[in-house]
């Protein structure tokens, strides 16, 4: 069958797309960013990729005839306060689009919305389901909950809270039940509803067999990770409160942050498990589904990760928009340095940051993510969703990776953190072995500039360092 994939970038579609091709499916990758889509060469036989924004109607022209089927991955928790508007139009685009091709189903994953009182999010995620619902095609429709696996939004916080915090106070809302699911049999049962006319016009919530509040799951994390941990919960403690938290402690944006409280306010309960018994599936336990979660980050085998969206962070558009550095109007520190191997020196710049850190004085750059959260920025805490090797558009501690060229030995982030302008760093070893490490700052105003100098007696300590590491010499 010929599948349509949207979301082919995100959490979900990474790692939809091998099952999909496992299965002998052609398919059709729709991004926004074709920047962004890479796949292993063992898959390309059966990929294409085109480029389409859902908010713009005349893009979706591009998706050719002769579709199938289509999975409807996109969603955001967007910064906008118009969300929830762009997510109803791009879904009307894409039912009308489905309906021009004589598209048969359309899958879409959702969240589980049985609750009277819902979030902003949430009801996003129903006004999107119901506006799919009126197309022409059949439309079956996953409710998930919370999803556990290396890489999930709601994994990488469970993960950051009880491994920072060996006593938490915690808000009321970690009362809330709700019904986690492996990050595996999301995947499974997104494959098995292909073409089941079972499902065809029907919404099926989907959870694993166990039933836990958001307490019992921290407590469960623990003891998976062999962690003795205490949690207080108080009832003061305010929705903003709350989301300072999870912004301060763990890896989210506070707008993210603000998002999945207001949800975890709300219970996410199956209704049933019906979905399990037309499709087969016995679902994992939350501890299975933390242990393969780990067993997956052990083997530096991440396919995907939450922290990669575009809405983590505060780059916006395609990577094309950056990927030129400007020259006129910006500031600079430029330094080179002649390598004796440099197929070492370039594999060295693909492993910066993360645990790894920043090869000289990486304890200045903590502080530095650690103001940056001060003043509302990503901060240091998102690290990198693979050790050894970057993609375009992955996020590298508070910088966004715009180009990696292995051939060309060439590496170029551009940062997200809080800066009175824009800010690259570049990283190049020529045809003579010359290494070229180049920040450049494209300052906003007089305080960009101000900024800029009040820290050239530090970025000459730093980057004189950092070079040397790198290249070898120390």
Same mark, same amino acid.
């Not at 979301?7 to 729709?30: E, M, Q, S």
């Not at 000289?360 to 502080?367: N, P």
């Not at 103001?371 to 240091?380: H, P, R, T, Y």
């Not at 966004?400 to 292995?406: S, T």
């Given at each position: 069958?010929?599948?349509?994939?949207?979301?082919?970038?995100?959490?979900?579609?990474?790692?939809?797309?091998?099952?999909?091709?496992?299965?002998?499916?052609?398919?059709?990758?729709?991004?926004?960013?074709?920047?962004?889509?890479?796949?292993?060469?063992?898959?390309?036989?059966?990929?294409?990729?085109?480029?389409?924004?859902?908010?713009?109607?005349?893009?979706?022209?591009?998706?050719?005839?002769?579709?199938?089927?289509?999975?409807?991955?996109?969603?955001?928790?967007?910064?906008?306060?118009?969300?929830?508007?762009?997510?109803?139009?791009?879904?009307?685009?894409?039912?009308?689009?489905?309906?021009?091709?004589?598209?048969?189903?359309?899958?879409?994953?959702?969240?589980?919305?049985?609750?009277?009182?819902?979030?902003?999010?949430?009801?996003?995620?129903?006004?999107?389901?119901?506006?799919?619902?009126?197309?022409?095609?059949?439309?079956?429709?996953?409710?998930?909950?919370?999803?556990?696996?290396?890489?999930?939004?709601?994994?990488?916080? &469970?993960? #950051? =809270?009880?491994?920072?915090?060996?006593?938490?106070?915690?808000? $009321?809302?970690? +009362?809330?039940?709700? %019904?986690?699911?492996?990050?595996?049999?999301?995947?499974?049962?997104?494959?098995?509803?292909?073409?089941?006319?079972?499902?065809?016009?029907?919404?099926?919530?989907?959870?694993?067999?166990?039933?836990?509040?958001?307490?019992?799951?921290?407590?469960?994390?623990?003891?998976?990770?062999?962690?003795?941990?205490?949690?207080?919960?108080?009832?003061?403690?305010?929705?903003?409160?709350?989301?300072?938290?999870?912004?301060?402690?763990?890896?989210?944006?506070?707008?993210?942050?603000?998002?999945?409280?207001?949800?975890?306010?709300?219970?996410?309960?199956?209704?049933?498990?019906?979905?399990?018994? &037309?499709? #087969? =599936?016995?679902?994992?336990?939350?501890?299975?589904?933390?242990? $393969?979660?780990? +067993?997956?980050?052990? %083997?530096?085998?991440?396919?995907?990760?939450?922290?990669?969206?575009?809405?983590?962070?505060?780059?916006?558009?395609?990577?094309?928009?950056?990927?030129?550095?400007?020259?006129?109007?910006?500031?600079?520190?430029?330094?080179?340095?002649?390598?004796?191997?440099?197929?070492?020196?370039?594999?060295?710049?693909?492993?910066?940051?993360?645990?790894?850190?920043?090869?000289?004085?990486?304890?200045?750059?903590?502080?530095?993510?650690?103001?940056?959260?001060?003043?509302?920025?990503?901060?240091?805490?998102?690290?990198?969703?693979?050790?050894?090797?970057?993609?375009?558009?992955?996020?590298?501690?508070?910088?966004?990776?715009?180009?990696?060229?292995?051939?060309?030995?060439?590496?170029?982030?551009?940062?997200?953190?809080?800066?009175?302008?824009?800010?690259?760093?570049?990283?190049?070893?020529?045809?003579?072995?010359?290494?070229?490490?180049?920040?450049?700052?494209?300052?906003?105003?007089?305080?960009?500039?101000?900024?800029?100098?009040?820290?050239?007696?530090?970025?000459?300590?730093?980057?004189?360092?950092?070079?040397?590491?790198?290249?070898?010499?120390?």
């Amino acid at each position: 069958m010929k599948i349509l994939l949207t979301g082919a970038t995100g959490y979900i579609g990474k790692r939809l797309l091998p099952g999909l091709v496992a299965r002998g499916h052609d398919v059709i990758c729709a991004v926004r960013d074709r920047n962004r889509f890479a796949i292993a060469p063992a898959m390309q036989a059966q990929v294409s990729c085109i480029e389409v924004d859902l908010l713009d109607r005349e893009s979706l022209a591009a998706i050719p005839q002769g579709i199938d089927c289509a999975y409807y991955l996109v969603h955001s928790m967007s910064s906008s306060e118009e969300f929830s508007r762009l997510e109803h139009l791009s879904a009307v685009n894409f039912r009308g689009r489905m309906d021009e091709l004589n598209v048969r189903q359309v899958i879409y994953l959702s969240g589980i919305v049985n609750d009277k009182s819902l979030s902003r999010h949430l009801a996003s995620r129903k006004d999107v389901e119901d506006t799919l619902a009126a197309g022409k095609f059949s439309l079956t429709t996953l409710r998930a909950g919370i999803i556990v696996g290396s890489g999930s939004a709601s994994f990488e916080i &469970i993960r #950051d =809270l009880v491994e920072k915090l060996p006593v938490m106070i915690t808000p $009321a809302w970690l +009362n809330t039940r709700c %019904q986690p699911i492996g990050i595996v049999d999301v995947i499974e049962l997104l494959l098995r509803c292909l073409q089941k006319e079972e499902t065809y016009n029907r919404s099926f919530d989907i959870g694993g067999p166990d039933i836990l509040t958001y307490r019992e799951m921290l407590l469960g994390f623990a003891k998976a990770r062999g962690l003795k941990r205490a949690i207080i919960t108080v009832p003061v403690m305010t929705p903003r409160l709350s989301s300072y938290w999870l912004y301060f402690i763990t890896s989210t944006t506070f707008t993210l942050a603000r998002n999945l409280v207001n949800s975890m306010k709300v219970e996410v309960v199956c209704r049933d498990n019906e979905i399990m018994k &037309i499709l #087969d =599936l016995q679902p994992m336990t939350y501890a299975l589904a933390i242990r $393969a979660a780990f +067993n997956s980050i052990e %083997q530096n085998a991440l396919v995907s990760s939450w922290k990669d969206s575009m809405v983590n962070g505060r780059f916006r558009g395609n990577i094309v928009d950056y990927i030129k550095v400007p020259q006129f109007g910006c500031l600079s520190d430029e330094r080179s340095m002649a390598v004796t191997d440099p197929e070492a020196v370039m594999q060295r710049i693909l492993e910066i940051g993360g645990n790894k850190g920043w090869f000289y004085m990486t304890w200045l750059w903590r502080l530095r993510g650690i103001l940056d959260k001060l003043v509302g920025g990503v901060g240091l805490k998102r690290g990198r969703t693979n050790a050894e090797s970057l993609q375009p558009g992955d996020v590298l501690d508070f910088w966004r990776v715009l180009l990696v060229d292995k051939i060309g030995r060439k590496l170029l982030l551009y940062a997200e953190m809080k800066v009175p302008g824009e800010a690259w760093l570049e990283f190049h070893i020529d045809e003579n072995n010359i290494l070229h490490q180049k920040a450049t700052f494209r300052p906003r105003g007089l305080w960009g500039r101000m900024y800029w100098y009040s820290l050239v007696p530090v970025h000459q300590i730093i980057f004189t360092g950092m070079i040397r590491r790198i290249a070898g010499v120390e």
